[in-house]
């Protein structure tokens, strides 16, 4: 089993109007707006700033609501990885992933 996702605090990603931030692993990280995707699905672009074992590092990233009402998306480290993930909401949560 993969326990990085979950090795300093519970991964998450959360949407908030105008904002959001996401955990996993040791990398954490935050962004201001995004650019909604198209007007027929619920999806954003955006690019990020945080950290990843104590180093500032950047990004962007994207996610696009599924039918399920899961969160398909990728999150991109500049000059590093892509990060591909499926969130989906958490039962004692009011955020939609």
Request: aromatic letters at 10%; charged letters at 20%; proline letters at 1%.
């Amino acid at each position: 089993m993969d326990d990085y996702a979950d090795m300093v605090e519970a991964a998450y990603i959360l949407f908030e109007t105008g904002c959001g931030a996401f955990a996993f692993g040791c990398v954490t990280g935050a962004f201001v707006g995004g650019a909604t995707c198209g007007s027929d699905r619920a999806a954003i672009v955006f690019d990020w700033n945080g950290n990843d074992e104590m180093e500032a590092v950047c990004g962007s990233g994207s996610a696009e609501v599924q039918a399920d009402g899961s969160l398909r998306g990728e999150i991109g480290v500049h000059r590093g990885d892509e990060i591909s993930f499926i969130a989906r909401r958490w039962l004692n949560s009011s955020t939609p992933c």
